[in-house]
Structure formats: structure tokens, C-alpha cells
């Protein structure tokens, strides 16, 4: 992970799968750090991306709930290390989970 987000390109907007593997990435990285809590601050697309990807049922029962901007969750991020798995280049992945995951305020 890098200051500069190198994923970003000014000529061409990112694609679905392009965002899963920006928020799958980072949180494979945050996976290895030693915080036991954090903060996370972004955009309401990138947030929507993450709950739909690792907490779907946060997004309401039917999964359609939109996520907006200054919109606050609150969750639990769940490393497995005992179910590490290879990626499709061949790299550990750990398993994540989102847990509890709520919206705070409406």
C-alpha cells in the first residue's frame, strides 16, 4: 500500500471489478496490521463496494440499501489467518469478514 493511489487514472473512470480489487486489496493490507481498531474515511461508492462485497446484509434485507457520503458504520473486521488461501497470481490471501456491521445514524 502507497501513499499514491496508484489504481486512479484521470482519461478513465474505474469499473466494478476495479473497485472490488482496490477494496479487497486494502483490506488484505489492513489484515496485516497491528491496530485492533480503526477508522475509515471514503467516499460512499467505495464504502457501498465494501459492504456489498464482505457485508451485503448491511445494505438492508433485500441488499439495495444505497451508502452516502457522511453516512457512519460501524463493524467488526474478522482476519482469518487460519484459512490463508492463494489469490490467482499464486499470493496469500487471508479471509475476510465483515461482522455487525450497522448504520449508525440516518
Not at 500500500?1 to 473497485?19: G, L, Q, Y
Not at 475509515?40 to 457501498?48: A, N, Y
Not at 467488526?76 to 475476510?96: H, K, P, W, Y
Amino acid at each position: 500500500m502507497s501513499e499514491n493511489d496508484d489504481c486512479w487514472k484521470p482519461d478513465k473512470r474505474e469499473s466494478w471489478n476495479d473497485v472490488i480489487e482496490r477494496v479487497d486489496d486494502f483490506f488484505h493490507w489492513l489484515s496485516t496490521r497491528p491496530e485492533k481498531v480503526v477508522v475509515i474515511i471514503s467516499h460512499g461508492i467505495w464504502i457501498e463496494t465494501v459492504l456489498r462485497w464482505f457485508c451485503p446484509s448491511a445494505l438492508g434485507s433485500d441488499g439495495k440499501r444505497r451508502v452516502y457520503n457522511a453516512d457512519v458504520y460501524r463493524g467488526e473486521f474478522v482476519a482469518s489467518l487460519e484459512a490463508d488461501q492463494a489469490d490467482a497470481n499464486g499470493a496469500t490471501r487471508r479471509t475476510i469478514q465483515l461482522q455487525n456491521v450497522i448504520l449508525l445514524e440516518e
